[in-house]
């Protein structure tokens, strides 16, 4: 079987304007981040329904402290404190 060199795939689950997912509507949810682990690739994030452990696969660059879009256990999106 031939590997592909294609690099990731881009992320099929963007939020829309209203915050849902534009692919299957179902909504995604804010939420802070309070630590990053960059072994795991996850990050603790402070959600209105509790603490929850978050896949970084779609997003680059989160630090502590950021603001994301949190969907399917996914960071779809950062957001910005005002969104």
């Not at 304007?17 to 299957?24: E, F, K, L, P």
């Not at 990050?43 to 896949?55: K, Y």
């Not at 696969?57 to 969104?83: P, Q």
């Amino acid at each position: 079987m031939k590997e592909s060199n294609a690099g990731p795939a881009a992320a099929a689950c963007l939020p829309s304007a209203d915050g849902s997912c534009s692919i299957c509507a179902d909504e995604a949810i804010p939420g802070t981040v309070l630590s990053v682990d960059g072994v795991s690739g996850t990050a603790e994030v402070d959600l209105p329904t509790g603490i929850a452990t978050v896949a970084l696969d779609l997003v680059d660059g989160v630090s502590a402290g950021d603001g994301v879009m949190v969907h399917l256990g996914f960071a779809i999106a950062r957001v910005s404190a005002h969104d």
